[in-house]
């Protein structure tokens, strides 16, 4: 029998109640058994239309978008107190209803573009109203009230503009219009996001669903423990390098924490970190992941599509971010491991790396194959296809037989990965409606405007206005649904202040994913928290403190686009040119978590913290002068900590000798 299972998937959230109107069913029996059928449909019509067969985008966006009505509403309760084992005829009956909205359109889009010559008629409005309905509250369900309900203020914003105050007034558009806008063209429910989601992103959930079948969870556990086990502060160390890498499947925090965070935090615990430095260790290692390439949490396709340009040129940008955060946090992991006087793991407990690589190894030649297609320049749908089959292969290569992609396991996979879809595909079919009306009413450009009027056209002023607008949007979100929305409403003022397009995008997605780490609602903490069974909201603080060089990384990237290998003309730049960037970064990230954890050999005085804060902001910003001012300053504070720290440990024996 095929039943949901509790961990999350590749590509999925955690089952929270904080998620969604009542989170995931667990469904046993004839019920799960027809969920899977569906389940099973969606991703083999996904696999052959995006494989084998030439179907027009509207057709595939419509069946797509049938699918996750059903599964939609037969996984997601519609409150709280929504049965979790069983959906009713309720749920049956709206998905019905909303499956006749998408078959309708199927049938008749040919029609209404090529017979009526895109005239409408009172039943295409009344089809179309039903579907939008039935979207925002499977939404809702999915992913929370709030894509939802700026999807309806923004249909409530495009009817009436004039309404509204000041530069924010329009001429406003009929009902009519917009809903043929909205349903009936490929610029709003089935526009562009949507059509990332039907292609990119299915495949590579889907990839990761087949990656996690042969037992790949459990090769980037064994391999970090067996890479970092034995450092000072080992197990923190571990989580960091198993949620990087675990990062590469999902790109969802929540997930992460789900899924590594209830094997390293009661290590961590266990080593005598405090239960929220350990839950926060993982909340923010497990953030990263959702601008670790190549996934970047499904964000890098639309990205891609948003900016016009390659998968390639993103997925190169993200690569210098990436290893900084991950380096910040080791650093502080490193330096609170050290205060503490922590050691690592013991030798007996840690298994070898040749061990581990030779056991399962071959599991990692998916990625690397993935990222090489990739680099070679074929295109993502053509790279996700090859993983999964490589997946197949190796599987059965591997000496571990226990993880073998067997035909039972295949089946289980494409039931994960459509699952997993829901709330990502959900999340971009609602935000085209925003994209839409935005679109249609230039509201991006006003608030870009009115943003760059306030700061006064400051570019530090409009980062950090920017900064927290991108914050407050992206709150509780999935990682592609905030990135969406932080592109659509707050990268045109960055791109308009006259920051690079890419260093923009990336800018707004980095502040909407550091979201999950900053309350109030700061859905990986709450969840590492719960995992520790520490305060959620110190859990959520110490997860901030841990991050904090992740918020000074996007102004870095906004001030030095050549840290998404961008050169100051909008081209791109070598990995070459970048190298100093890097070295000065990490050097700057390093001093910068000396200074907030204020420790190094020793407990730092007022003056050597003041200076380590200084020195790091000098080597973050970008420049030869504040670079080599930066790195005397570095090697001066460390010479003077050293000397005292040396003193210090001199003064005990001396008394004692006395």
């Known amino acids: 029998m095929l039943k949901i299972k509790k961990t999350p998937k590749a590509g999925q959230e955690m089952d929270l109640d904080k998620e969604g109107g009542g989170g995931v069913r667990q469904l046993t029996g004839t019920q799960a058994k027809i969920v899977a059928g569906f389940a099973i449909g969606l991703s083999v019509f996904s696999i052959y239309v995006n494989g084998f067969m030439n179907i027009q985008e509207i057709y595939r966006n419509v069946i797509f978008l049938g699918f996750l009505f059903i599964l939609g509403f037969l996984l997601y309760p519609a409150t709280k107190k929504g049965s979790r084992v069983k959906f009713s005829v309720l749920d049956v009956i709206l998905a019905v209803i909303g499956l006749s909205g998408g078959l309708y359109l199927l049938f008749n889009y040919s029609v209404i573009h090529n017979v009526r010559m895109s005239q409408a008629i009172t039943q295409d409005y009344i089809f179309a109203i039903i579907t939008i309905v039935i979207l925002l509250e499977v939404a809702r369900r999915a992913i929370g009230i709030f894509i939802p309900l700026l999807s309806l203020i923004a249909l409530v914003y495009a009817v009436y503009g004039p309404m509204f105050p000041g530069l924010f007034a329009h001429a406003g558009f009929s009902l009519e219009r917009l809903l043929y806008r909205v349903y009936m063209t490929t610029e709003g429910v089935f526009g562009m996001t949507f059509s990332i989601a039907t292609t990119y992103i299915i495949i590579f959930i889907l990839f990761g669903a087949f990656l996690n079948a042969s037992g790949a969870t459990k090769l980037f556990n064994d391999l970090a423990i067996a890479i970092a086990g034995q450092r000072r502060g080992g197990p923190a160390q571990v989580a960091v390098i198993s949620s990087a890498l675990t990062g590469t499947l999902s790109g969802s925090a929540v997930a992460n924490v789900a899924t590594t965070g209830t094997f390293t935090i009661p290590l961590m615990k266990g080593l005598g970190l405090k239960p929220r430095f350990a839950g926060a260790v993982e909340a923010a290692a497990s953030t990263g992941g959702m601008i670790m390439p190549p996934i970047m949490g499904a964000a890098a396709f639309i990205m891609a599509g948003f900016l016009g340009v390659s998968y390639n040129v993103i997925i190169l940008a993200a690569i210098i971010p990436a290893l900084l955060y991950y380096a910040a946090l080791i650093f502080a992991i490193d330096i609170e491991a050290k205060k503490l006087g922590l050691k690592g793991m013991s030798k007996d407990s840690i298994p070898q790396v040749r061990g581990v690589l030779k056991e399962r190894g071959l599991l990692l030649l998916p990625i690397i194959i993935i990222i090489g297609t990739l680099l070679t320049g074929r295109t993502p749908l053509f790279a996700g296809f090859t993983g999964i089959i ?144 520490a305060d959620a909201m110190k859990t959520s603080w110490t997860a901030v403190k841990l991050c904090l060089p992740g918020f000074i990384i996007p102004f870095m990237i906004a001030y030095n686009p050549i840290m998404v290998m961008q050169n100051e003309a909008g081209g791109s730049a070598s990995f070459v040119s970048a190298i100093p960037v890097l070295l000065t970064g990490l050097l700057g990230v390093f001093t910068l978590a000396i200074a907030v954890f204020n420790f190094f050999r020793t407990k730092l005085t007022i003056i050597e913290r003041i200076g380590f804060f200084a020195a790091a902001f000098l080597l973050i910003k970008p420049g030869i002068v504040t670079d080599l001012v930066g790195l005397g300053l570095v090697i001066l504070l460390l010479a003077i900590h050293i000397i005292r720290s040396k003193k210090i440990e001199i003064q005990p024996s001396s008394e004692v000798g006395a």
């Open 390 to 533: 490589t997946v197949i292969i190796t599987s059965w290569l591997t000496k571990d037989k226990s993880n073998r992609i067997t035909f039972r396991r295949a089946v289980e996979a494409l039931v994960d990965g459509a699952k997993g879809t829901i709330q990502v595909g959900v999340a971009c079919a609602s935000v085209g409606i925003i994209i839409a009306v935005v679109t249609m009413t230039g509201l991006g450009s006003t608030l870009a405007y009115n943003i760059i009027e306030l700061s006064g056209g400051v570019l530090a002023i409009v980062l950090l206005l920017i900064m927290i607008t991108c914050i407050v949007l992206s709150m509780g979100l999935p990682s592609t649904a905030l990135y969406i929305v932080v592109a659509v409403t707050a990268a045109p003022a960055l791109v308009d202040a006259g920051v690079n397009p890419i260093a923009a995008h990336f800018f707004v997605f980095w502040f909407g994913a550091l979201s999950n780490v900053t309350p109030p609602v700061a859905l990986a903490s709450y969840t590492a928290a719960g995992i520790a069974g």
